[in-house]
Structures are given as structure tokens and as C-alpha cells.
């Protein structure tokens, strides 16, 4: 039998489909991942992420002024500081490059731009872990939560509208929660990164922030293994218990399930982190003439949308803010 509806009447000509479209990207679904180097006076390319580079303080103010102009409502902000110690401890500084940067930006900017700032010790600690080192060598969980305390109220102190934790230690919403109220900072929001798993896709990232894992290690001892998908939900609900005001599912294209199932059972915002290799996938692939970069580019962030995303962290951010103001 010849079926009753004909799918393809709306597939006709590009207004038909525009106009029947479920989901569409809105620049406003965009947050930027941007770099800054302690140590540079001019902005550095990093190879494996072709178009991101570390910023100086100075071009990292000229691309958040230019993302702002873009109608970018958020970045996410990563620190390279030049010293690197046991415990991270730059990550806290008043003077750290994170401090300094959310400064400025918030001199720049004011309310024009949502200031978010990364919230873990990896890219501070000599040793590459996102956590204090115990005496068995893994990383130290309860430890670790007083360093991240400090590092939120530094941040906040220094302008962050959110705090977003992506270490993923047990606890760490609450104890963030806590010492931001303490301080004053009940304004101050928490982006939890609350569905994080160890991912062969962080590689480039490493090298945008110069982080090796000491002796060849991995973070498969904190962050959740691909083979979950129910243990994820867990993680969200406690983090949403702990006081979580965004939850975030990283990676996106490969746990497309797990921002579904997200969406499922809670109303806050969702967000989904398009993670460096994932981006380095489509550059690389269309460098060779092997995909259409740009629609590949379109289709992977919209399908993060279309599964239930609200906020969408891309390196894509200001092309795709580009192509949608044309
Ligand atoms: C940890 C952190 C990582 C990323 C964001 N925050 C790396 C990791 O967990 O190893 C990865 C982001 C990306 O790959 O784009 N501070």
C-alpha cells in the first residue's frame, strides 16, 4: 500500500522547509571557548585546533569585544598560567591570568557578554590531574574541593557571572555553592559540567591549554566511563541537588543519548560541550576536501540542539555568528 501522507511536500523548496523546521540555531545558543596564555604578547595558533589560538590579555580583549559585536552572549574563559605547581594554586591567585582576564573583560564588556570562567586545577598543576595528587598517587577527592572553593570565590571576586566546575569530583557543586554564598556571591551562577566522561575526543584541548598527564596517565579514575549512560542521569541529579543552576553533558556528538535523557527529567538550562576533537575532526576532514566543512559544521550543532541542548560550547561560536548574521 501507497502511504496516506507524502513526507516529501514539505522537503520541496527551501522555504517550505524553513517554515516546517523544528529546530533552528540562534546565535544565542552560542557560548565561545577562548585560551589565554599568561606569558604572551601576541596571540599563539595551536596546531591541532586550526583557527582557535591561546590569547594574549590583549587580543583576548579584541575577540571578546568582536564576539560581543557578533551578538555572542557568553564565553567560557581557560587560563595557561606560566607557573604550574603540585596543587594548581595560580588557578586561586587574585593576579592569576584568569583574575586578570575577567577584569579587564568586564571592563571592556560590562553586562554585554556573560563571563564564564572555567573552574578546574588541570592547567595549573604540574602534573596535568584536575585534582591534589593523595599519597597513592590518585587524585584526592575531598582534597581537592577546598582548592576549588578558593578558585570560585577568585573568580568571582575577579567578575565571573558563572562559575562552571568541569573537575569532576564528587561534591564539588555544594562546595563551590557554599563558599560563593559565603563570600558574598550568591549572584554568582555554577555551570556544573555534571555528565563528563573520559574522552579520546580532549586531545587537542590539551594542547590549547599545554597539559600532559604525568607518566602517560589518563582521568579515567574521575571521569565517567562512555560505557554509562544511566549513571550519567545520577550525576546531573546530584549536581541539581548540590545547587547546579546549568548541567552540562561533555562530549556532545557522541552522547547525543545522554543530553536526550538530560532534557528528560529537568527544566534548567542544558548545555553540551562540542568538544576540541570533535571540531578538529571536521577541520581535518575538510582540509582534505573529504566533507563540506561548513554544513558539516551546521548539521553537528544543530543536531546538539535538536536532542535537547539549550547552550552550545563551540569552537564554531564566532563562525557560526558570522554565518547567521549574513
Ligand atoms: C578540564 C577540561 C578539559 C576540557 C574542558 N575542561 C579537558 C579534560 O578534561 O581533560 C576539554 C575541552 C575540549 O576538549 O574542548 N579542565
Redesign the pocket.
Given at each position: 500500500m501507497f502511504p496516506q501522507r507524502r513526507m516529501r511536500r514539505f522537503r520541496r523548496t527551501e522555504t517550505l522547509r524553513r517554515m516546517v523546521a523544528e529546530t533552528s540555531l540562534d546565535v544565542d545558543d552560542l557560548i565561545a571557548?577562548l585560551f589565554v596564555n599568561e606569558i604572551l604578547s601576541e596571540p599563539l595558533p595551536i596546531p591541532s585546533l586550526p583557527g582557535v589560538v591561546q590569547h594574549s590579555q590583549d587580543s583576548l580583549r579584541a575577540e571578546v569585544e568582536r564576539l560581543a559585536r557578533l551578538g555572542v552572549p557568553a564565553v567560557v574563559l581557560?587560563g595557561v598560567p606560566a607557573r604550574k605547581d603540585d596543587t594548581g594554586s595560580e588557578a586561586s591567585n587574585p593576579e592569576g591570568v584568569i583574575q586578570l582576564a575577567l577584569g579587564n573583560l568586564r571592563d571592556d564588556v560590562g553586562d554585554d557578554v556573560v563571563l564564564i570562567a572555567?573552574l578546574?586545577v588541570?592547567?595549573y598543576t604540574d602534573h596535568g590531574h584536575?585534582g591534589v595528587l593523595g599519597p597513592s598517587g590518585g587524585v584526592d577527592n575531598d582534597a581537592t574541593l577546598g582548592l576549588y572553593a578558593d578558585i570560585a570565590v577568585a573568580q568571582a571576586d575577579a567578575g565571573a557571572d558563572l562559575c562552571a566546575p568541569?573537575?569532576m569530583m564528587d561534591g564539588q557543586v555544594i562546595a563551590i555553592r557554599d563558599a560563593l554564598d559565603e563570600a558574598g556571591h550568591t549572584d554568582v551562577a555554577i555551570m556544573a559540567?555534571a555528565a563528563?566522561y573520559a574522552s579520546s575526543?580532549?586531545g587537542?584541548?590539551?594542547d590549547a591549554v599545554d597539559?600532559t598527564i604525568a607518566g602517560g596517565g589518563d582521568?579515567k579514575g574521575y571521569?565517567q566511563d562512555y560505557r554509562n549512560g544511566r549513571e550519567a542521569i545520577d550525576e546531573i541529579a546530584l549536581d541539581l541537588s548540590e545547587g547546579a543552576d546549568i548541567v552540562m553533558v561533555?562530549?556532545a556528538l557522541a552522547y547525543l543519548d545522554v543530553v536526550a535523557a538530560a532534557r528528560a527529567i529537568t527544566n534548567v538550562p542544558i548545555a553540551a560541550?562540542h568538544?576540541?576533537?570533535e571540531?578538529a575532526m571536521i577541520r581535518a576532514a575538510a582540509a582534505n576536501g573529504w566533507i563540506d566543512g561548513d554544513a558539516a559544521m551546521f548539521e553537528v550543532i544543530t543536531s546538539i540542539k535538536r536532542a535537547g541542548a539549550d547552550l552550545i560550547l563551540t569552537?564554531f561560536a564566532s563562525e557560526i555568528a558570522e554565518a547567521l548574521a549574513r
Amino acid at each position: 500500500m501507497f502511504p496516506q501522507r507524502r513526507m516529501r511536500r514539505f522537503r520541496r523548496t527551501e522555504t517550505l522547509r524553513r517554515m516546517v523546521a523544528e529546530t533552528s540555531l540562534d546565535v544565542d545558543d552560542l557560548i565561545a571557548p577562548l585560551f589565554v596564555n599568561e606569558i604572551l604578547s601576541e596571540p599563539l595558533p595551536i596546531p591541532s585546533l586550526p583557527g582557535v589560538v591561546q590569547h594574549s590579555q590583549d587580543s583576548l580583549r579584541a575577540e571578546v569585544e568582536r564576539l560581543a559585536r557578533l551578538g555572542v552572549p557568553a564565553v567560557v574563559l581557560f587560563g595557561v598560567p606560566a607557573r604550574k605547581d603540585d596543587t594548581g594554586s595560580e588557578a586561586s591567585n587574585p593576579e592569576g591570568v584568569i583574575q586578570l582576564a575577567l577584569g579587564n573583560l568586564r571592563d571592556d564588556v560590562g553586562d554585554d557578554v556573560v563571563l564564564i570562567a572555567d573552574l578546574c586545577v588541570d592547567e595549573y598543576t604540574d602534573h596535568g590531574h584536575c585534582g591534589v595528587l593523595g599519597p597513592s598517587g590518585g587524585v584526592d577527592n575531598d582534597a581537592t574541593l577546598g582548592l576549588y572553593a578558593d578558585i570560585a570565590v577568585a573568580q568571582a571576586d575577579a567578575g565571573a557571572d558563572l562559575c562552571a566546575p568541569s573537575g569532576m569530583m564528587d561534591g564539588q557543586v555544594i562546595a563551590i555553592r557554599d563558599a560563593l554564598d559565603e563570600a558574598g556571591h550568591t549572584d554568582v551562577a555554577i555551570m556544573a559540567y555534571a555528565a563528563k566522561y573520559a574522552s579520546s575526543f580532549y586531545g587537542p584541548f590539551r594542547d590549547a591549554v599545554d597539559v600532559t598527564i604525568a607518566g602517560g596517565g589518563d582521568r579515567k579514575g574521575y571521569q565517567q566511563d562512555y560505557r554509562n549512560g544511566r549513571e550519567a542521569i545520577d550525576e546531573i541529579a546530584l549536581d541539581l541537588s548540590e545547587g547546579a543552576d546549568i548541567v552540562m553533558v561533555k562530549p556532545a556528538l557522541a552522547y547525543l543519548d545522554v543530553v536526550a535523557a538530560a532534557r528528560a527529567i529537568t527544566n534548567v538550562p542544558i548545555a553540551a560541550y562540542h568538544v576540541s576533537g570533535e571540531y578538529a575532526m571536521i577541520r581535518a576532514a575538510a582540509a582534505n576536501g573529504w566533507i563540506d566543512g561548513d554544513a558539516a559544521m551546521f548539521e553537528v550543532i544543530t543536531s546538539i540542539k535538536r536532542a535537547g541542548a539549550d547552550l552550545i560550547l563551540t569552537y564554531f561560536a564566532s563562525e557560526i555568528a558570522e554565518a547567521l548574521a549574513r
